[in-house]
């Protein structure tokens, strides 16, 4: 009973060591934006100040790699869910060997470094197409391997699609259109919303393949690296701060969204019992 | 295919497979193989392009054969990879084991969420708190002299030290859900089981979890290497020129070097890397892809 209870304490005191590992290197980035210290630091502790913030405010660089990073999340967005939606569509309703082969070749670029997609694409759209890298080059390179997060989100959805709807409806007279347009597509709203946001976010934060296709273009990710390495202030803490805050508010509520839905789903498969 | 057809008629099927078509061709099939096709060509300047020296060649591959500190760095990569997906699936193993099997089911959501957060952090963003950590007058500095451990600060920045340490931290959640999921899905009925017929915790831990949890862990430690082998935000950030990763010389290659036809070598032999990993996980925990699909 004693070794029971020594256990248990160990399991305790490491589960606090753990989630302490995962979220003190963050609070104490956070806490570096307040210090008067011109270099992030919370050692020594100079004094409180919020003027990181107007200065981060004031960064014009800043901005327009804001407002690149936008532009090119909206780009994913447009090009790498409906890609995913379709690739989804067609795995659906595949069976057999040729299924698992589109699968796999599909997901084929989560497994691939993501240096090695962006360095492929930049030598396949110089030597045929004569692009050279830029805003539509990462859009390019980060839809290749987000259509597939897209595809795997739109999988997962359709599976619990029940498809006696569609065939009701073509029964019924609808054209393949409608159907899609009025069944199809509302079902997969939800995952539509999903694979937007999850599209958005990879895209706003990823370094590795954006590096060798941005050209001169410079997304915010790309900038507060340049910064650690050349010129870093608490400034940069600031943006790190503020870009935190919002990734927390937004895994909570997708994660309170997709808890909610799959209770719904539970829901609707225990009155169907 | 007539599924496909029957389902959603001639118009739609052929909006789907023309998207599917354009994406696996123009932006994932082609690139890789036009990257290889110029890994095995000599950088020529254009007006030489298609001119008698513009052959196959083993060249770009022969280099880092003869370049001793490129072959070390490709060395180092692939030991520093495995030693951190090594460290990691240690660290993770006992929390996914007590979230999957001991946690109350009523605490559970919250942990769940705490683990899900971080995750959703820039992996940038994760690798500069540890810049600031890290640093000469950073705070694990200070915290190691006011407990006396060292008596001068140390240079924590630009080495190896440093970045195997920050990948660890970076990369951790990419082994944690795998192996939680794993986990998961075992009965705990099997555990108590064992623990009726007389088996110790050890003996629990290693004949009937570990192996349920054999697909897990090869996905966990596939992804964790996968990361840390093509890295390049961790080392550019936390390490130096004397701990160069071997994504750095493929980037120095393509932008300082100018020679994007050995960059494209190093990359796809990075790539092979990856893959042999890839199959040699798989054969190790005796698991298929399709085991991984799950």
Not at chain 1, 196 to 223: I, K
Not at chain 2, 108 to 122: E, K
Not at chain 2, 271 to 288: K, P, S, T
Request: net charge positive; aromatic share 12%; proline share 5%.
């Amino acid at each position: 009973m004693s070794a029971d209870r020594f256990r248990r304490i160990l399991t305790g005191f490491y589960l606090v060591v753990f989630f302490g590992y995962l979220f003190l290197p963050l609070a104490v980035m956070a806490a570096a934006t307040f210090n008067t210290s011109r270099f992030p630091t919370v050692t020594p502790w100079l004094g409180f100040t919020l003027s990181w913030f107007s200065a981060l405010w004031a960064d014009q660089r800043m901005w327009s790699a804001l407002g690149t990073s936008l532009i090119v999340g909206a780009g994913v967005i447009a090009l790498a869910v409906p890609l995913g939606l379709a690739a989804a569509l067609l795995l659906d309703r595949l069976h057999s060997r040729s299924k698992t082969f589109l699968y796999a070749v599909m997901v084929s670029p989560l497994l691939t470094p993501g240096v090695i997609v962006g360095i492929s694409t930049l030598v396949f759209w110089r030597e045929w197409f004569g692009v050279t890298g830029g805003i539509f080059l990462t859009v390019v390179a980060q839809s290749s391997y987000i259509a597939a997060y897209a595809m795997l989100l739109f999988s997962a959805r359709l599976q619990r699609f029940d498809t006696a709807l569609e065939e009701a409806a073509l029964d019924l007279g609808a054209t393949h259109g409608q159907v899609f347009r009025r069944i199809t597509l509302p079902y997969l709203t939800p995952a539509i919303l999903s694979a937007a946001l999850l599209a958005f976010l990879q895209s706003f934060e990823n370094y590795n393949t954006t590096l060798f296709v941005r050209g001169l273009d410079t997304t915010l990710t790309v900038y507060i690296a340049s910064k650690v390495r050349t010129g870093l202030t608490p400034a940069v803490n600031a943006l790190s701060l503020i870009l935190i805050g919002l990734t927390i508010l937004g895994a909570v509520a997708y994660e309170i969204l997709r808890r909610r839905e799959a209770r719904r789903q539970a829901g609707s498969a225990s009155l169907a019992a | 295919m007539t599924e496909v057809l029957r389902r959603y008629g001639p118009v739609l099927t052929g909006v789907i497979l023309l998207a599917v078509a354009l994406w696996l061709a123009l932006l994932v099939v082609l690139p890789q193989l036009m990257m290889v096709d110029f890994s095995f060509r000599p950088s020529l300047p254009p007006s030489r392009l298609g001119g008698p020296e513009d052959v196959y060649t083993l060249r770009n591959y022969t280099t880092l054969w003869t370049n001793q500190i490129h072959l070390a760095i490709f060395l180092k990569t692939i030991w520093a990879s495995a030693l951190v997906t090594a460290v990691t699936l240690a660290v993770c193993y006992p929390v996914a084991f007590y979230l999957a099997q001991v946690a109350p089911r009523r605490r559970l959501p919250l942990l769940l969420l705490m683990l899900v957060v971080p995750f959703w952090i820039n992996e940038l963003l994760r690798t500069f708190a540890w810049y600031i950590i890290l640093a000469f007058n950073g705070p694990l500095n200070a915290l190691l002299l006011g407990l006396g451990i060292i008596d001068q600060p140390q240079r924590f920045l630009g080495g190896d030290a440093g970045v195997i340490l920050g990948m660890v931290y970076v990369y951790i959640l990419f082994m944690v859900f795998p192996l939680y999921n794993a986990i998961e899905s075992l009965d705990r009925n099997q555990i108590e089981a064992a623990r009726d017929l007389g088996a110790g915790w050890l003996r629990i831990h290693w004949r009937v979890v570990l192996p349920h949890a054999k697909p897990g862990i090869a996905v966990g430690c596939i992804m964790t290497f996968m990361l840390a082998a093509g890295s390049y935000a961790v080392p550019a950030l936390l390490g130096g020129p004397q701990s160069r990763w071997f994504t750095e010389v493929i980037y120095n290659w393509f932008f300082e070097g100018g020679n994007w036809n050995q960059g494209a070598a190093y990359a796809f032999i990075l790539l092979v890397l990856c893959i042999g990993f890839i199959l040699a996980a798989l054969r190790l925990f005796r698991v298929g892809l399709a085991d991984i699909a799950k």
